[in-house]
């Protein structure tokens, strides 16, 4: 079994990062892939398209496992979602820091 990274990246915004990770995400679900979408963005839009709970209700986010000077495993921020093929790390507006 092989793992393939996939990132999105891009400074400026508005380029439809989001957007494509969401979709790709979707597809590859559909083609029965396990996903793992993480949202490093501090406006959590991936958390609101992907996820079930509101992104500011979260208590664990990628920003847990990310913080220094204890970060956390990143396996616990993963949460699921409602697609069974696709598991998030919720993003957080504390990633604005």
Do not use: W
Not at 10 to 31: E, M, P, Y
Not at 51 to 72: C, F, K, M
């Amino acid at each position: 079994m092989s793992a393939y990274i996939i990132s999105f990246v891009n400074q400026k915004g508005g380029v439809t990062k989001t957007t494509s990770c969401a979709h790709l995400a979707k597809a590859l679900a559909r083609q029965n892939h396990r996903v793992l979408a993480i949202d490093m963005d501090h406006q959590a839009n991936l958390s609101q398209l992907l996820g079930d709970t509101p992104p500011e209700s979260v208590r664990i986010t990628i920003y847990n496992a990310l913080h220094v000077p204890q970060p956390g495993p990143l396996s616990s921020s993963i949460s699921s979602t409602p697609d069974d093929h696709i598991d998030l790390c919720y993003g957080s507006l504390e990633m604005a820091g």
